[in-house]
């Protein structure tokens, strides 16, 4: 019971993540995407630093500004630059395929072994995304390919690092994210400058919008992804990411007017079917937890180490 509270709490942040879309089209400024990564990401950050009253210590100085490129820094423009170089569902499809990497590093820095039947989950989920989110007028541009598989690693890459660096030691995950949504978005603002140029000018909508996005979108929803990875394993947490599209595409259904069609209810079946097997899998083949402290300890490990060199 236990487990299942917490995969459904760590399922809250990619449903949040499916609003992304309605609220950017109806709410924000139009063609400012990179503004609005780091509106998401910094005052969230700092809201959750000082409600934690902690700030990083030594070497998580330096982790944090790690985490906080790969998780929000480096994901959010690449995310960004990807959608606007492809149709939706393209980039939607190389988003879905993340847990691919996930398993791959997970195996390789954590000792995650993932079985054939997680591996297969996550393959059938991405397909499913891709029966809900792809159409037949879909094209391919090579930057935009490019920059959606390179935010799905540096996705990714941050999720396991997150498992394996873990927290320091009577460090809850509320300063830990609010660490890296912190560093992330003060990488995005001279991005965000350089290409956006000033801020657009905002009224009550976009301030509604923006307030949506850092307090329940971002900081409640990075919180607890963040929590999930200090408690179950990487490839977990990871396989819950389909939620996010099949979010989107329930949401363009009820709230803007968006038919479905018996091809994308069949994907939508199946993605979501998918993503409850590679749970089902993932905890057949996991060691039950007994604290969030244990498995910290059990999964931190330091970069000087000859094994993380090699």
Do not use: C, H
């Amino acid at each position: 019971m236990k487990r299942f509270t917490t995969v459904a709490l760590t399922a809250l942040a990619p449903v949040s993540w499916g609003s992304t879309y309605a609220v950017a089209t109806e709410l924000l400024p139009p063609d400012r995407p990179l503004f609005t990564g780091a509106m998401r990401a910094l005052p969230a950050g700092l809201l959750l630093v000082a409600l934690s009253r902690t700030l990083p210590k030594g070497a998580w100085w330096w982790k944090s500004a790690v985490l906080g490129t790969l998780n929000i820094g480096a994901f959010f423009p690449l995310l960004f630059l990807s959608a606007y170089r492809l149709p939706g569902g393209v980039a939607a499809v190389l988003g879905a395929a993340g847990p691919l990497f996930v398993v791959g590093l997970a195996a390789l820095l954590l000792g995650e072994r993932a079985s054939l039947r997680t591996v297969l989950a996550a393959v059938v989920g991405a397909f499913g995304v891709s029966m809900v989110v792809l159409t037949a007028e879909a094209r391919l541009d090579l930057v935009g390919v490019i920059a959606g598989v390179v935010s799905s690693a540096s996705m990714g890459a941050g999720t396991v690092m997150a498992k394996r660096w873990g927290r320091p030691e009577g460090v809850g995950p509320l300063a830990v994210t609010g660490w890296q949504l912190t560093a992330g978005g003060l990488v995005i603002i001279p991005i965000a400058a350089l290409v956006e140029g000033a801020p657009p000018a905002l009224d009550g909508k976009a301030f509604l919008g923006y307030g949506y996005m850092m307090l329940i979108n971002t900081g409640i929803a990075y919180w607890l992804w963040f929590r999930g990875i200090g408690q179950l394993t990487a490839t977990s947490v990871t396989l819950l990411g389909p939620l996010s599209p099949l979010t989107a595409a329930v949401i363009g259904w009820a709230a803007l007017g968006q038919a479905l069609s018996p091809v994308q209810l069949v994907g939508m079946a199946i993605a979501f079917g998918a993503t409850v097997a590679g749970q089902l899998f993932v905890a057949k083949a996991a060691q039950p937890f007994s604290s969030t402290e244990k498995n910290d300890r059990n999964i931190s490990m330091d970069l000087s180490d000859e094994r993380v060199r090699r």
